[in-house]
């Protein structure tokens, strides 16, 4: 679109389920490398894929069939068996009707704060995420004063180097449940060797699709 002489904007517009997060890395990159080659009125072909989404989805059925499913499959059920909703306090007593309406509040971590969470992190071994994380699992608990918590997680679900370039939908969602010590201290909830990262890790297996 032209805005004004010499400034254009490009507008895409798409169904969020067409692709997911890190598809839009691979797009970016894919439009500056052809809008570089025009600029110099290079040839504009990019690479070819090695697979396509097809082929993922081939992978994906493949997966359905194997004993690794089976045994994942087993695991969740394991895992997640006798599962509760968390008692979490409202501010409004529940509606009769419900519309499922809501809003989504954004907000940002100041560089500084973000800056001394990191350097945190990296003192003790740990990633940004599980600190983020055993923070939000630490105020569930306060708020609800349950020790029992499922959070649920996105995660790329591209473990074969083949599947970084492509565009499409390959995320997944993981349970992540763990049972709080609340004698524990913070740092030794994240360390590295407590039993419930160690989970976290492993699970990344055991997807089920």
């Given at each position: 679109?032209?805005?004004?002489?010499?400034?254009?904007?490009?507008?895409?517009?798409?169904?969020?389920?067409?692709?997911?997060?890190?598809?839009?890395?691979?797009l970016?990159n894919?439009?500056?490398?052809?809008?570089?080659?025009?600029?110099?009125?290079?040839?504009?072909?990019?690479?070819?894929?090695?697979?396509?989404?097809?082929?993922?989805?081939?992978?994906?059925?493949?997966?359905?069939?194997?004993?690794?499913?089976?045994?994942?499959?087993?695991?969740?059920?394991?895992?997640?068996?006798?599962?509760?909703?968390?008692?979490?306090?409202?501010?409004?007593?529940e509606?009769?009707?419900?519309?499922?309406?809501?809003?989504?509040?954004?907000?940002?971590?100041?560089?500084?704060?973000?800056?001394?969470?990191?350097?945190?992190?990296?003192?003790?071994?740990?990633?940004?995420?599980?600190?983020?994380?055993?923070?939000?699992?630490?105020?569930?608990?306060?708020?609800?004063?349950?020790?029992?918590?499922?959070?649920?997680?996105?995660?790329?679900?591209?473990?074969?180097?083949?599947?970084?370039?492509?565009?499409?939908m390959?995320?997944?969602?993981?349970?992540?449940?763990?049972?709080?010590?609340?004698?524990?201290?913070?740092?030794?909830?994240?360390?590295?060797?407590?039993?419930?990262?160690?989970?976290?890790?492993?699970?990344?297996?055991?997807?089920?699709?």
């Open positions: 679109m032209e805005v004004e002489k010499n400034h254009h904007e490009l507008i895409v517009v798409e169904h969020h389920f067409v692709h997911d997060g890190k598809s839009v890395t691979v970016l894919e439009i500056g490398s052809i809008y570089s080659r025009l600029l110099s009125n290079d040839v504009c072909d990019l690479p070819p894929l090695g697979i396509q989404m097809v082929d993922f989805a081939a992978w994906q059925q493949n997966y359905i069939k194997s004993d690794l499913y089976t045994e994942g499959l087993a695991y969740w059920k394991k895992k997640l068996e006798d599962y509760r909703y968390l008692s979490f306090p409202n501010d409004f007593g509606p009769s009707f419900k519309s499922y309406s809501g809003e989504c509040i954004d907000t940002a971590i100041p560089e500084n704060l973000y800056e001394k969470i990191l350097h945190f992190a990296r003192s003790n071994k740990t990633s940004f995420f599980i600190v983020m994380l055993s923070a939000f699992k630490v105020f569930l608990n306060k708020y609800s004063s349950e020790i029992d918590l499922t959070i649920g997680s996105s995660v790329a679900n591209r473990r074969m180097v083949e599947f970084g370039k492509l565009i499409g390959c995320v997944n969602t993981i349970a992540l449940r763990t049972k709080l010590n609340t004698s524990a201290s913070f740092l030794e909830f994240m360390d590295p060797d407590h039993p419930n990262l160690k989970l976290l890790f492993r699970v990344y297996k055991f997807f089920v699709i």
